[in-house]
C-alpha cells in the first residue's frame, strides 16, 4: 500500500528512544521529515543520526523536557524555522511513577498531569494553527491500555491518561472540517526500556526474579508474547498517512489481546 506520505513533517515527541523512537523511524521510512525531541541531548542526536543513516531522511533534534510549556513551543517554532509546516504530530512522553493513592503527593499528581497530559494539550494548541491552515493534519496520542482497563499499581496513568481520551474526541469533531484527524494508540506491553522498569518494580514487589516476572508478563497476553516496538510504530504510521483519511476521534491499543473489554 502507497501510504502517500513523502515531504510530509512530523513532530515526534519524546523519541530517543521506545516507542517514539520506533514511530519516528517508521515515519522516516515512508519519506517524512522528522523533527525529534527529548530530555538528554546525547541519547537524541544518536538517534537522530541513526535514522538519517538508516533512511536518508531529514531529522532535526531539539533537546525539550515535554512537561515544560516554553520548551514545547520552541520546538514547534524550530520545526517551523527548518520545515515551514508541520503535517503530523505524535504526543508521547515518559511514563508516571509506580504507586498507590497513599503514596503520591499532590506535587506527584501535578507532575504526571504535566507530563501525560498537559504535554499533549500544548503541543496541540501549538500546531493545530498551522495545520488548520494548511488543511490537513495527523494528531496521534500515544496513551496506555490503562485508558481502556486501569493497570494495578499504575494509578497516575490510570487517572490521567483518560483526559487525554476526552481531549482527543472533543479536538477531533471540532478539527474534522479542517482535515485534521485524532486518534489515540493504546500500547499494552511492548518491550522497551518503560517495561523492563515495570518488570524490576513488580519483582520487588513480588520477590520474584525479573527474568521470571517478564515471562509472565508475556504469557498473560493471548499472543503470548510481549509486543515489539515497530509493531506499535507501524499502527501510528498508518494513522498518520494519507490512507487513514477516515478514522478520527477512536481508541485502538496495540495489546496482543491484552485489554479484556469489549470495546
Ligand atoms: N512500553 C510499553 O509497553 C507501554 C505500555 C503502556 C504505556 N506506555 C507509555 O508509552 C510512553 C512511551 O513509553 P516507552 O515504552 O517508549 O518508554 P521509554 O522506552 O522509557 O522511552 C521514553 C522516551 O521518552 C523520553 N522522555 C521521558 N520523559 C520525557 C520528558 N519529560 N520530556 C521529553 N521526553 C521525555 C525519553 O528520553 P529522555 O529520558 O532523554 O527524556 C525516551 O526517549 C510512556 O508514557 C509509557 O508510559 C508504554
Same mark, same amino acid.
Given at each position: 500500500?502507497e ?14 528512544? #521506545?516507542?517514539g523512537?520506533?514511530?519516528?523511524l ?6 517524512v ?18 535514522i538519517?543513516?538508516?533512511t536518508?531522511a ?11 510549556t ?14 515551514s509546516?508541520?503535517?503530523i504530530?505524535i504526543n508521547?512522553?515518559g511514563?508516571p511513577p ?7 503527593t499532590l ?8 507530563l501525560n497530559?498537559?504535554?499533549? &494539550?500544548? %503541543?496541540?494548541?501549538e500546531?493545530?494553527?498551522?495545520m ?6 495527523r ?5 496506555s491500555?490503562?485508558?481502556? @482497563?486501569p493497570?494495578?499499581?499504575?494509578l ?9 481520551i ?6 477531533s469533531?471540532?478539527?474534522?472540517p479542517y ?6 494508540i493504546?500500547?499494552g506491553?511492548i ?18 526474579? %525479573?527474568?521470571?516476572?517478564?515471562s509472565?508478563? #508475556?504469557?498473560d497476553?493471548?499472543?503470548g508474547? &510481549? ?5 506499535l510504530?507501524?499502527l501510528a504510521v %498508518? ?10 476521534g477512536?481508541?485502538? @491499543?496495540?495489546?496482543?489481546g491484552?485489554t479484556? #473489554?469489549?470495546?
Open positions: 500500500m501510504l502517500g506520505m513523502k515531504n510530509r513533517v512530523a513532530i515526534v515527541a519524546a523519541s530517543s528512544k #521506545g516507542l523512537k520506533a514511530t519516528a517508521g515515519l522516516a521510512m515512508e519519506g521529515k522528522l523533527t525529534i525531541c527529548s530530555r538528554e541531548k546525547e541519547a537524541l542526536e544518536r538517534t537522530a543520526e541513526e538519517r543513516s538508516q536518508g531529514d531529522v532535526l533534534a531539539v533537546a525539550c523536557d515535554v512537561s515544560k516554553d520548551q514545547i513551543k520552541t520546538v514547534v517554532k524550530e520545526t517551523i524555522n527548518e520545515y509546516k508541520v503535517d504530530l508521547n512522553a511514563g509506580v504507586g498507590a493513592f497513599l503514596d503520591f506535587q506527584d499528581w501535578q507532575k504526571a498531569i504535566e497530559l498537559f504535554s499533549a &494539550i500544548t %503541543f496541540s494548541s500546531v493545530i494553527p498551522y488548520k491552515e494548511n488543511k490537513w493534519g494528531i496521534i496520542n500515544i496513551t491500555y490503562a485508558v481502556k @482497563q493497570v494495578e499499581g499504575l497516575l496513568s490510570n487517572t490521567v491518561r483518560a483526559g487525554i476526552g481531549l482527543a474526541k472533543t479536538l469533531n471540532e478539527f474534522a482535515n485534521i484527524l485524532v486518534n489515540n493504546c500500547p506491553r518491550f522497551t526500556d518503560r517495561i523492563t522498569f515495570l518488570a524490576y518494580e513488580r519483582a520487588k514487589k513480588e520477590g520474584k526474579s %525479573f527474568d521470571e516476572v517478564i509472565a508478563m #508475556g504469557s497476553v493471548p499472543v508474547r &510481549i509486543g515489539k516496538p515497530e509493531e510504530a507501524n %498508518f494513522l498518520a498517512s494519507e490512507r487513514a483519511s477516515y478514522i478520527t477512536t481508541t485502538i @491499543q496495540v495489546d496482543g491484552l479484556k #473489554g469489549l470495546m
